[in-house]
T-cell receptor, first 112, second 109 residues
């Protein structure tokens, strides 16, 4: 079957750097993506990795190692508004049309 | 610039009632999805559609049916609602990234 593992909670202070890890197990693989969800809101797309390495988008970066079935989301210069849940997701199967499976989510609390 | 439009936003049903959640996307995506999210939980896939005319079961399909009416629209139907189906439902469409509707908060009493 398919599964994704990520920590349930992470706490950090404003201005710090935090890393949220994600390990996955799928029968196929077509990219690892990350989403942010604030309380009461819908998930919004943050980042996507199809190939090994680091992708940077402003304060957020995402890393993928396909050989280790592992990725992480790196949040720099943390702000209070970054307090939210963060989900990793993998597309299971071939091509761009397989199932999109999500991890359980990591709740990030940013403290002053 | 609508993206994914999902209706209704809120719904209360009595046990045994039926309803259809509507979803439409204007991004010309092939793939569309229905998820449910329970408090403190992740997103669990109910059904997905890889392209117009195809649908497949996800992790939690029991009690639900779907219709991919055309490339734009993907509806979710509860034929006989149960309290266990109280949840927040999200529709999404994707190519590389997934884009979500605003969610439907469904309560079954």
């Amino acid at each position: 079957g398919q599964s994704l593992e990520q920590p349930s909670e992470v706490t950090a202070v404003e201005g710090a750097i935090v890393q949220i890890n994600c390990t996955y197990q799928t029968s196929g693989f077509y990219g690892l993506s990350w989403y942010q969800q604030h309380d009461g809101g819908a998930p919004t797309f943050l980042s996507y990795n199809a190939l090994d390495g680091l992708e940077e988008t402003g304060r957020f970066s995402s890393f993928l190692s396909r050989s280790d079935s592992y990725g992480y989301l790196l949040l720099q210069e943390l702000q209070m508004k970054d307090s939210a849940s963060y989900f990793c997701a993998v597309r299971d199967g071939s091509g761009n049309t397989g199932k999109l499976i999500f991890g359980q989510g990591t709740t990030l609390q940013v403290k002053p | 610039n609508a993206g994914v439009t999902q209706t209704p936003k809120f719904q209360v049903l009595k046990t045994g009632q039926s309803m259809t959640l509507q979803c439409a996307q204007d991004m010309n995506h092939n793939s569309m999805y229905w998820y449910r999210q329970d408090p403190g939980m992740g997103l669990r896939l109910i059904y997905y559609s890889a392209s117009e005319g195809t649908t497949d079961k996800g992790e939690v399909p029991n009690g639900y049916n779907v219709s991919r009416l055309n490339k734009r629209e993907f509806s979710l139907r509860l034929e006989s609602a149960a309290p266990s189906q109280t949840s927040v439902y999200f529709c999404a469409s994707s190519d590389r990234a997934a884009f979500f509707g605003q969610g439907t908060r469904l309560t079954v009493v």
